[in-house]
């Protein structure tokens, strides 16, 4: 089923057992507030910095809970063997290492311990590749994976590698466990499966996981021992987005992980952008037409009450002209953002234009309708609106109806003369069709 009403255009909220700061051990100055600055641009996290392994263990002797990931470099002048990732390991977090310097020996001796990834000091283009995984870990907390592999070691290897990222990961142990969860959970964006499974195999849970998502909704990773080319092919055909053979290197397998995710991602963006209002993160007109069309039809069908809503910020002009169009913009936004939060999931909210909203609304009656329509305005009344160092407050007018009519573009014609008539009343008021039952 389709959400009908958009929460503002953020990112899902990261899991609860996830911190929000990222710990930057470094003893270049320099380098910390340059990642500290990039964490906080790109990845939208604040960070702690600490100059030795002394600092560190300090910082994490208190609620090392706080923090999301750490960054470590890999030579600290009390920690030259890297004694840094042990520490930070120890608190189960996970961490990104910085070497100035890189061989096959270095590689081998960091990618024994399980990191997320290395990188090299090198340049500036590194230190946003960091921010960057900072930014995908941060993201992971809320994306769900389903391993599917009938080997409890092999699960558990699996898992234990995902969660290295803080992605979010299920278990089960053949195809048929696999549908049922998949049933269960919602949210599931990435499932990687083995071939050979007893009661479902990897072939034919792929066949059936296929029949009711895309591969734009849904990625599948196949991983089998069997380094058979035909194999691959069997599964890349049957629907999986991509396949890893066993045994692989960690980095290859995060590598496939992370693009298949953002694969995903991606295609949620653009559609969203396609959807979506770009100021408020609200459904666009078309959207709003396109899905209340759907629920108009079928509201006449089976003779369902359906509230059509048109709102307005009053005076918007004025608010435009005095303090500017981008205060404008900030107040169009934090409307929306109070509107969606004033409306239920199954509502259909939408920006109608400029700094015009609407709303079809099902399941309320003449009465309940009256006691949304009370909230949403004295929520935009009563909520001050900071723009740079101005506080500013706006009201709104609003129009609904009930009735029916004989299309969509009807209704919300008759939800507009209403919003007419609160406009005319003197703003700042809410106006019900006098039609209606
Ligand atoms: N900042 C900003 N302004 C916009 C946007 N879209 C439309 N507007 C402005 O919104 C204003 C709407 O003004 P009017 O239609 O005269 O209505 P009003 O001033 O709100 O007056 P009433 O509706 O009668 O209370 C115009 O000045 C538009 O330029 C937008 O995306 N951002």
Same mark, same amino acid.
């Given at each position: 089923m389709t959400p009908t009403t958009p929460p503002p255009a953020t990112p899902a909220a990261p &899991? @609860?057992? @996830?911190?929000?700061r990222v710990l930057l051990i470094d003893d270049s100055q320099a380098i910390s507030r340059l990642l500290r600055a990039c964490c906080q641009d790109i990845a939208g996290v604040e960070s702690e910095i600490a100059g030795s392994l002394a600092e560190a263990q300090a910082l994490l002797?208190?609620? =090392?809970?706080?923090? *999301? @990931?750490a960054v470590v $470099? *890999?030579? *600290? =002048? $009390? @920690?030259? %063997?890297?004694e840094a990732i042990d520490l930070v390991q120890a608190h189960d977090l996970p961490v990104i290492v910085l070497t100035a310097h890189y061989d096959e020996a270095i590689r081998e001796r960091i990618l024994a311990k399980n990191i997320v990834d290395y990188l090299l000091k090198s340049s500036l283009h590194e230190i946003d590749h960091v921010a960057a995984l900072v930014r995908r870990i941060h993201r992971n907390c809320s994306v769900k994976v389903l391993v599917v592999d009938d080997s409890r070691s092999f699960r558990n290897y699996l898992v234990k590698l995902l969660e290295q990222h803080r992605l979010h990961v299920l278990q089960a142990e053949n195809g048929r466990v696999a549908l049922d969860i998949m049933r269960s959970?919602?949210?599931?964006e990435l499932v990687i499966t083995d071939?050979?499974? =007893?009661?479902?195999d990897g072939l034919a849970l792929i066949s059936a996981l296929r029949q009711q998502y895309s591969r734009s909704e849904l990625a599948i990773i196949g991983i089998s021992e069997l380094s058979s080319s035909a194999l691959s092919a069997r599964l890349l055909k049957s629907g999986a987005n991509d396949f890893i053979t066993k045994p692989f290197l960690v980095e290859e397998f995060y590598c496939r992980i992370i693009q298949n995710i953002e694969q995903i991602e991606l295609i949620r963006a653009i559609r969203d952008s396609a959807l979506r209002d770009y100021l408020t993160g609200l459904y666009n007109r078309r959207h709003f037409f396109s899905a209340g069309e759907t629920l108009h039809a079928a509201a006449r069908r089976r003779q369902m009450a359906v509230a059509a809503v048109m709102l307005d910020i009053d005076h918007f002009k004025r608010v435009n002209d005095t303090y500017g169009h981008l205060a404008g913009d900030r107040v169009i936004k934090q409307v929306a953002t109070i509107l969606a939060s004033g409306v239920r999931e199954a509502d259909l909210l939408g920006r109608y234009g400029g700094e015009e909203f609407c709303i079809l609304l099902t399941g309320t009656d003449r009465d309940y309708l009256a006691v949304i329509l009370e909230r949403l305005r004295s929520a935009v009344e009563s909520t001050p609106i900071v723009h740079e160092d101005q506080t500013l407050s706006v009201t709104i007018s609003l129009g609904a109806t009930f $009735? *029916?009519? %004989? &299309?969509l573009q009807a209704m919300i014609d008759r939800a507009d003369a209403c919003l007419y008539r609160a406009k005319q009343g003197g703003r700042n008021r809410f106006v019900i069709d006098d039609a209606d039952g």
């Open positions: &899991s @609860a057992n @996830a911190g929000e002797s208190h609620n =090392p809970q706080r923090f *999301l @990931a $470099d *890999l030579n *600290l =002048p $009390d @920690a030259i %063997e890297g959970e919602t949210g599931i071939y050979n499974m =007893p009661e479902m $009735d *029916l009519s %004989e &299309s």
